[in-house]
């Protein structure tokens, strides 16, 4: 899984994270996983956004955060173990639910780590994913100022290579919006090129050709910012 420097796990939490009311329709979509006394694993917790949402939202659910980035960790503030997909430092058929909130376009061994989900989860156990796959980006608002950054999904995985690379069925699959930014002028406020797997992939005058379509649009629009990225839920071959 990819790792953070300092600088950007501080520019990753200015540039990425979402409020936790911008993100209220994902509360709603896993919700029928999030039963009370079940444990939950955050797996690549990042900056612990999911870890402090979760808390909020579901009170009587065990959180553990897992993330390889020791920066990451640290501007989190929040407790963590460090670990990654393939090395999952929690005990077997011992977590409920797996979260993997944009990352399993990290995962570079998807067998390694479902051999690993499959380890940690009890009988009975989902896989919930929050994630952008390559042949479903419509719902991605970025791609109107950024088009040079679609190619950049070339690195990440569909859904059948996910769910088939890693030894699990499919149990659900939609898209899910959420409320990126309050508007335009705070989505360009907040961008940082160095925070972004997809900015990440242009040149310097592709990410300056982009951020100046951004803010003439943001000049003129109003109105919050509106992204879908899909729910992806996984179960073990079998199951039901």
């Known amino acids: ?17 979402i409020s936790i009311e911008g993100l209220s329709s994902w509360r709603d979509a896993v919700a029928p996983y999030f039963v009370p006394g079940r444990t939950v694993l955050d797996l690549g917790a990042g900056t612990g956004l999911f870890v402090r949402a979760f808390t909020e939202w579901f009170p009587d659910v065990s959180v553990v955060a897992v993330e390889p980035s020791a920066d990451m960790r640290s501007a989190s503030g929040l407790p963590m173990l460090t670990g990654d997909a393939c090395a999952i430092p ?15 376009h990290h995962v570079r061994d998807l067998a390694a780590a479902g051999v690993e989900l499959r380890r ?16 479903r980006h ?13 190619r950049a999904l070339s690195g990440f995985p569909t859904v059948t290579e996910v769910a088939d690379g890693m030894g699990f069925a499919v149990r659900r699959l939609e898209a899910v919006p959420q409320v ?37 649009a943001a000049a003129v629009e109003t109105g919050p910012v509106v992204d879908h990225l899909d729910l992806l839920v996984l179960r073990t071959v079998g199951a039901v």
């Open 1 to 17: 899984m990819t790792r953070y420097d300092a600088v950007e796990a501080g520019s990753y939490r200015v540039a990425r994270e």
């Open 90 to 104: 929690v005990p077997d058929a011992s977590v409920d639910v797996v979260w993997m909130s944009t990352v399993v």
């Open 120 to 135: 940690v989860l009890r009988p009975g156990g989902v896989v919930v994913l929050r994630s952008l796959f390559r042949e």
């Open 138 to 150: 419509g719902g991605i608002g970025l791609f109107r100022f950024f088009p040079e950054a679609v």
């Open 180 to 216: 990126t930014a309050v508007s335009l002028a705070d989505k360009a406020s907040t961008l940082r090129q160095e925070a972004d797997t997809l900015l990440r992939s242009l040149s310097a005058e592709e990410f300056e050709r982009g951020r100046k379509r951004l803010l003439t």
